[in-house]
């Protein structure tokens, strides 16, 4: 695991455990992770004694948490067999400080093996791995199936999931009476994600809860979103707030792109200063052969053959970011950057522009220096003052969130009797690790304390 993401599933596991002492019922054992990648979040959290589900639609990312997963069961049944003492096996305990959740727990298990003054109990997690492509329906339904086979969630000296929960922990209830209580976790769900899983919160909280009506409950959320450009044009806005006024906002794909930046970073130190002027200058020297490619590339595309820039649609790219002629140069290498003679180089045969054939049409500025110079100083600081809008763009989307998510809490329980939520945007990362998305939506009853 990168430092970048030990941080995260560290300060992300340890505030989940932590929100979760506050639960003072000690119900809630169940956690979905969308989009959990290679699972290190979820590994964490069944470490924490947490049944996980976890859900990813990369077969690829599920099977490599699967071989994970394999690799610390054995490693854990081997320090087990060694008869290493609880001590020595922090991972698999609940981890608590609150005095008043531990006399409860303390009563409540009576295997309670107490390794150190913060930990008050063990219980054993469970991880549940599967491949799925999660949209609002899905989500539903694939956490229903889940709580509803036990049988399959079970692991060495575990019970039955709902059995687990239902008969062990919460006085003898029945599916019937009581939903089980879920908390929903993702840490980076990129794109329409986020706003997908608050739906499914959302509509789960709406539901009533009379009994057999649902399986399982919405309890609590902590979601840390990314990629604001794949996120769907409906997914901005979505409070009432922001959709009702005049004009309408709107974040065109170009300005989603520009939310990834994050110009307080930039120079934290050497590596990051010099990544930081490397990738204003790909900007810059892009933009400096636009003019050429454009009038140029298209002539030279269709005589090789090669894609021509109607093969893009045009329309299609207004307003993102983009260019098919800069589409058709696509990806070059870091070294391709060196300087401007390299870059050109580089660009013109991938693209097939033959400059020595059109001199006399180039702009002055391709081969005088003095002249380019000055303009990729003004290209670049228009760069740089479009970067130092990113923050204020991610600040408008989560904004917008958090807003949405409010409405519909306080419009729901006008009408319903469950217990009245939070809504709160955490400063979960420190973004000097590396962790640029490090905000977190967290959805929790009212009656937890906020945490800071
Ligand atoms: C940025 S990665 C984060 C992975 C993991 N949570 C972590 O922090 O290491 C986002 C993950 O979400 C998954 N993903 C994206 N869209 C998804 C969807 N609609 N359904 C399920 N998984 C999705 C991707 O396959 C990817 O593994």
Same mark, same amino acid.
């Given at each position: 695991m990168s430092p970048k993401k030990e941080h995260e599933v560290s300060r992300m596991s340890e505030y989940i455990d932590q929100l979760l002492c506050s639960d003072s019922t000690d119900t809630l054992h169940h956690v979905v992770d969308v989009g959990s990648g290679q699972g290190y979040l979820s590994r964490a959290l069944q470490n924490l004694g947490f049944h996980v589900l976890a859900l990813d639609s990369n077969e690829i990312q599920t099977s490599g948490a699967e071989r994970w997963k394999a690799k610390e069961a054995a490693r854990m049944q081997k320090q087990f067999k060694r008869g290493k003492d609880a001590q020595s096996l922090p991972d698999s305990q609940h981890h608590c400080n609150d005095p008043l959740f531990q006399s409860h727990v303390a009563t409540s298990v009576p295997s309670a093996s107490i390794a150190s003054k913060n930990i008050i109990h063990s219980r054993t997690g469970s991880l549940t791995h599967q491949t799925i492509c999660i949209n609002p329906r899905t989500l539903e339904s694939s956490i229903h199936d889940w709580l509803l086979s036990g049988e399959d969630n079970q692991i060495a000296g575990c019970t039955n999931m709902i059995g687990d929960l239902l008969v062990d922990r919460t006085e003898r209830r029945t599916p019937e009476e009581k939903p089980v209580p879920v908390m929903m976790v993702a840490l980076h769900a990129c794109g329409s994600l986020t706003p997908d899983v608050l739906r499914v919160f959302l509509s789960n909280y709406r539901r009533p809860s009379a009994p057999g009506i649902r399986i399982w409950t919405a309890q609590a959320l902590v979601v840390v979103g990314c990629c604001y450009n794949l996120m769907a044009s409906e997914d901005f806005p979505l409070s009432r707030s922001l959709r009702e006024r005049v004009p309408v906002a709107t974040l065109p794909l170009s300005s989603r792109h520009l939310a990834a930046q994050i110009p307080s970073q930039w120079l934290r130190n050497e590596t990051s200063a010099r990544e930081t002027s490397l990738a204003i200058r790909k900007v810059v020297f892009r933009a400096l052969l636009q003019p050429v490619l454009e009038k140029f590339g298209a002539l030279e595309a269709s005589a090789n053959h =090669?894609?021509? +820039?109607?093969?893009?649609?045009v329309e299609e790219l207004r307003g993102v970011g983009q260019t098919p002629e800069n589409r058709r140069l696509g990806k070059l290498p870091d070294a391709a950057y060196k300087d401007w003679e390299t870059f050109l180089d580089r660009a013109t045969s991938k693209t097939g522009v033959r400059l020595d054939q059109i001199a006399t049409q180039l702009p002055v500025y391709i081969h005088d220096k003095r002249r380019r110079m000055q303009l990729e100083s003004a290209l670049s600081v228009l760069h740089v003052l479009r970067c130092i809008m990113g923050p204020l763009i991610e600040s408008l989307i989560l904004l917008d969130r958090h807003e949405w998510v409010r409405e519909e809490l306080s419009r729901s329980s006008e009408t319903q009797e469950s217990s009245p939520m939070d809504v709160e945007l955490v400063n979960l990362?420190?973004? =000097?690790?590396? +962790?640029?998305?490090?905000?977190a939506i967290v959805i929790k009853p009212c009656e937890w304390p906020n945490m800071i």
């Open positions: =090669a894609a021509t +820039s109607s093969s893009y649609n990362f420190d973004q =000097a690790t590396g +962790s640029g998305r490090n905000v």
